[in-house]
């Protein structure tokens, strides 16, 4: 069975400073990969995907994540971390074919210090 | 256009009662999921609809948990004597067609607390 792991269950950042969490999957071909971002009361936003072709994908509000197969890893980051970025963050993954539900990983609580 | 709605927001219960939770998908959209959010666990499967199909319920961790989805549109799961293990967000999610490549748009969630 598929599995997402996120290894830091807590970040802290200073605002302004640079940002990379962690995600590494286990399966046994290239799934289909996301990250969501949950900000405190709401419901989960789609950040980026990563489906095929280009390693480094970009998303919405500065983010980007980079997939390396040899490390079966999808980290993300962003380069200068912002107040509002303070939320949690959950990486998943699907079956690269046909019908799938998303596996998630537990989730990364972000902090951002002034 | 209207996104992923949820009702109740939040839902207190006492040990033992029943509860149903209400999704409404985004209008359109032929499949609809259903995800639990416990401390500690992170979001879990619960059950998955498409259109008229029989739905895949996998993930529901006992038989007092059910759920359906009426013409295809809202759904209800309901939880029969409740638990207090059972104390999570519940997340509903819904996407344009069932395939793992279109994206799934998540509701607030309700919050149920069991005392």
């Known amino acids: 069975a598929q599995s997402v792991t996120q290894p830091d269950i807590h970040i802290t950042v200073s605002e302004g400073a640079s940002l990379e969490l962690r995600c590494n999957y286990s399966y046994g071909a290239t799934p289909y990969l996301f990250w969501y971002v949950q900000s405190p009361g709401q419901g989960l936003q789609l950040l980026l995907k990563y489906f095929s072709g280009d390693t480094l994908v970009q998303g919405i509000k500065g983010f980007e994540a980079e997939f390396k197969r040899s490390q079966s890893s999808f980290n993300l980051r962003k380069p200068s971390v912002h107040w509002s970025d303070a939320a949690e963050y959950f990486c998943a993954v699907a079956l690269n074919s046909g019908y799938s539900t998303l596996t998630f990983g537990k989730g990364t609580m972000l902090l951002v210090s002034p | ?24 998908p985004i209008s359109g959209h032929t499949a609809l999921y259903w995800y639990r959010q416990s401390l500690g ?10 259109g008229n199909s029989a739905p895949d319920k996998s993930g529901l961790p006992s038989d007092r948990f059910s759920a359906e989805r009426t013409g295809g549109s809202v759904s209800t799961l309901t939880i029969q004597r409740t638990q207090q293990e059972d104390s999570a ?14 994206e799934q748009y998540f509701g607030p969630g309700t919050r149920l607390t069991v005392t």
Not at chain 2, 89 to 102: F, G
């Open chain 2, 41 to 50: 666990q992170g979001l879990e499967f619960l059950i998955y609809f498409q």
């Open chain 2, 89 to 102: 967000v519940y997340l509903c999610a819904s996407s344009l067609a069932p395939m793992s490549s279109y």
């Open chain 2, 1 to 24: 256009g209207a996104g992923v709605s949820q009702s109740p927001s939040n839902k207190v219960t006492e040990k033992g009662k029943d509860v149903e939770l209400r999704c409404d």
